[in-house]
Each structure stands twice: as structure tokens, then as C-alpha cells.
């Protein structure tokens, strides 16, 4: 099953140049999906009434070359399908066209689901997904349908400690997956923040809970995937969020994300 869904891009959704930012697309990616899952009985409060929620382990967006992003007050549409699944996690992929009918962003997002009371996994079994009407296409072609692994060994050049606010919190009481995207400006160095990337990845680690706070670190990429000299010569741009210092405790890990 392929779902459609339109969307405006408002002032709020768009960045440097009016152009719709990576946010506001991630958003309307989500949003297209709880859609779909509203469409087959499992919107967020069906969920509810039976202790479950879908949370997000990763997304990943490209922009594609030659075409433009929406502009504000510019509609979109974002279809989506369910994809395929496991006993652990689903696949759930995506494509963006403009008001023209051309592609122009397409993505993929992995998910689990899991109990809203002690966050355990929930395993996927054919009565939660089959009603998705899964398809057997992927957004991607193979050779680039993986999600990164991330595994950046370098220290940060810039860290930043980080305050989560109320307004970040959303219906599963933690960070809501989008704003991750607002740690990630943060995290970035002037210059850079205000970007608009073409190809992002976010895996999600642990979930950041209300009242927290983390710790940003920002490591600037050659083309090798080694850190560079700084962040103007850098050809891609990685970002860690984990929690604050604790004494001695090892800090843990809440997310990656990968920008070029």
C-alpha cells in the first residue's frame, strides 16, 4: 500500500534561502508514516490504548542532484510504504515530489515497536504489519540502501553541553526523533549550522529522556571519513549526542548523525 500525503511549507519549514529544511522534511516523512498507520488501525492512540509505540533507530535523506527543494508557501506530497520487517525492526521507506509532480528527495527510516510502560521490544508478527500492505520496493537502489554504521574514531573538535527543553518532548515522553535535528544545529560550528544537507543519516541509540542534559560533539570529515583540519575544508560533518558527564560514569550514548 503507497500512501500520499501533501504538505505545505510554511515560514517555520524552510531555512537559507526559503528552501524547505531538513527538519521539516524528516517531519513530513514521519508524518506521511503515522498516517498510513491511522489508515490501518495503529495511529498513535490505537497504540496507546494497547501499551505500544513505534520509535525510530534510523533515518536517511537524500536530496537528489539537479532538483530543488520546495520554497515556502510551496506544496509537496510525500508518498510512503511499509517495506519489509523482521521480528526486531520494519523497514519503512519514502519519496518527495513537488507541486510539478518531480522527485526531488527520496528516504528510509528502520523502526521498532515497543512497550509505552518499560520501553522492552515488542516482536513484529504478521497481524501488526501485514495490514500495511507491504510493498517489495526500496526508495534506494541496492548498492546504497544500507545505513551507515558510523563508527567515526575521532575527538571532537567542538563540544557543546546542552539543556533538552519541554518543548522537544513528545507523546512517548522523550525527545521527539525531529528534534534531534535541532541538537544537531547546535552541535554545528557558525557557518555550517545553517546548511542545507543533501544526504543525512541519524541512527538513534538510547532515548533521551525530559529534564536531561547532553553533550554535543562535532567532528568535521574528509572524504576519506577521517576527521579534517576544520570544518571549511570538511567534506562531510559528524555529530554525536550522548548524556552530560556523570562523575565516572561512562556517558551514554543517545545518537549519530552523518551531513554532507
Request: proline share 5%.
Amino acid at each position: 500500500m503507497f500512501v500520499d500525503q501533501q504538505f505545505f511549507a510554511g515560514i517555520q519549514d524552510t531555512g537559507e534561502g526559503a528552501l524547505l529544511t531538513d527538519k521539516a522534511l524528516i517531519e513530513a516523512f514521519s508524518n506521511a508514516g503515522s498516517l498510513h498507520g491511522a489508515m490501518v488501525g495503529q495511529s498513535g492512540l490505537d497504540n496507546q490504548r494497547v501499551n505500544r509505540a513505534w520509535v525510530v533507530l534510523n533515518w536517511k535523506l537524500e536530496v537528489l542532484p539537479g532538483t530543488r527543494r520546495p520554497l515556502a508557501c510551496e506544496t509537496y506530497t510525500v508518498r510512503t510504504w511499509a517495506r519489509s520487517y523482521s521480528r526486531a525492526f520494519a523497514l519503512r521507506d519514502f519519496e518527495a515530489f513537488d507541486a510539478d509532480g518531480n522527485l526531488f528527495a527520496r528516504g528510509t527510516s528502520k523502526w521498532s515497536m515497543v512497550s509505552r510502560s518499560d520501553r522492552t521490544m515488542i516482536k513484529l508478527i504478521p497481524e501488526i504489519m501485514e495490514c500495511y500492505g507491504l510493498e517489495d520496493r526500496a526508495a534506494f537502489p541496492p548498492d546504497q540502501d544500507k545505513f551507515d554504521r558510523m563508527r567515526i574514531q575521532a575527538n571532537p573538535v567542538r563540544e557543546v553541553l546542552f539543556p533538552i527543553t519541554k518543548s522537544m518532548i513528545d507523546c512517548n515522553n522523550h525527545v521527539h526523533n525531529s528534534s534531534y535535528l535541532d541538537l544537531v544545529t547546535e552541535a554545528l560550528p557558525e557557518g555550517v549550522d545553517q546548511r542545507l544537507f543533501d544526504h543525512l543519516e541519524i541512527a538513534y541509540r538510547h532515548e533521551i529522556m525530559p529534564g536531561s542534559t547532553v553533550r554535543l560533539g562535532y567532528v568535521p570529515l574528509d572524504g576519506e571519513g577521517n576527521a579534517a583540519k576544520d570544518a571549511a575544508s570538511a567534506s562531510a560533518h559528524f555529530v554525536t549526542i550522548e548524556s552530560a558527564p556523570e562523575g565516572e560514569s561512562a556517558p551514554l550514548l543517545h545518537a549519530t548523525a552523518l551531513m554532507r
